[in-house]
C-alpha cells in the first residue's frame, strides 16, 4: 500500500559461506533520492573539517549516507536532515569540537570521529545509504602538506587542487595549484 515502509536486505549463500548487504529501507510511493549528486568538495587537515556539496537541484535525504576514513573506519552517519541543491554541509572533527575548541558549539549531528592531517596520506570515502560508494579522496604520498585546503576547483566535480580554505562556501578558482599523489 502506498506509504508502507518496506525493509529488505540481500543475502549470498555460497557452499564457503555466506554474506549479507546492509538493511535498507524504503517508502512505497516516495520519490528515489539520487545520492550520486553527493560529492566531497573540500578537505582541510588544519581547520579539520569535512565540506560536502549536493552538486544537483533536488534535496538530498542525508539519513544513511556515511564518511568513511583510510578504507574502514566509518567516523560518520547522516542524520534525518535534508541538503538541498547546490548547498554545502560542513563536517568537523572531534578534534576542534571540544570546550574552548575553534568550533564550540557545533551542532553534534554534523561532528564526525577521527582527526585530518595536513601532513599525512589520507582517504576519505563517501556512501550512500545502501553501501554503494559515492566518492572518494585517496591521497596515498604527501609530496607538500596543505597549508590551507584540498579543494575541487570548480565545486563539486573539479581537480583537486591546494587552495585556500572556504568552508561552507564556494571554493577558490584558481586551479594553479593541482594536488599530486591521488589514487
Known sequence: ALGTEVKYWIEAITSGGSSKSKEVTYKVGEVPVDYTKLKINELNGNDKFIELINTGSD??????????????????????R????????LLYSEDVVV????????????????????????????YDPAGAQLDDF????????AKASYSRVPDG??????????????????NSDPVTGLE
Open 157 to 174: 566535480n573539479g581537480t583537486w587542487c591546494f587552495t585556500e580554505a572556504t568552508p561552507g562556501a564556494k571554493n577558490s578558482t584558481d
Open 82 to 89: 535534508i541538503l538541498e541543491g547546490g548547498a554545502f554541509l
Open 138 to 145: 585517496n591521497l596515498v604520498t604527501v609530496a607538500k602538506a
Open 59 to 80: 534535496a538530498i535525504t542525508l539519513k544513511g549516507v556515511t564518511v568513511v576514513k583510510d578504507g574502514s573506519k566509518t567516523v560518520w552517519e547522516g542524520p534525518a
Open 99 to 126: 570546550e574552548g575548541g575553534a568550533q564550540e558549539g557545533y551542532d553534534s549531528e554534523l561532528v564526525f570521529g577521527s582527526g585530518l592531517s595536513a601532513k599525512k596520506a589520507v582517504r576519505i570515502e563517501i
